[in-house]
């Protein structure tokens, strides 16, 4: 279980980061260059709210893979096995 609880965290995260460092990196160095409009930089705060989305979503994707774990331990002593 503690697996499936891993593979639903891993897009999560990967996306967490991805959408931070194109609101934070990318628009900004690309409107400062001249490559983007400066409309673009509208698109931060859209981005930075669905990043926050993302977090709360892997904290409890996270908090529900670590009990998925425990829930085996009282199981099985070596779950990794």
Do not use: C
């Amino acid at each position: 279980m503690f697996l499936q609880w891993f593979w639903i965290y891993f897009p999560i995260v990967v996306t967490f980061g991805m959408t931070l460092l194109i609101a934070h990196a990318l628009i900004p160095s690309l409107v400062m260059t001249g490559h983007l409009p400066e409309s673009t930089q509208k698109l931060r705060i859209p981005l930075t709210g669905f990043a926050v989305l993302l977090f709360a979503a892997g904290v409890v994707v996270l908090v529900l893979g670590v009990n998925a774990t425990l829930d085996v331990r009282n199981v099985w002593n070596r779950f990794l096995i």
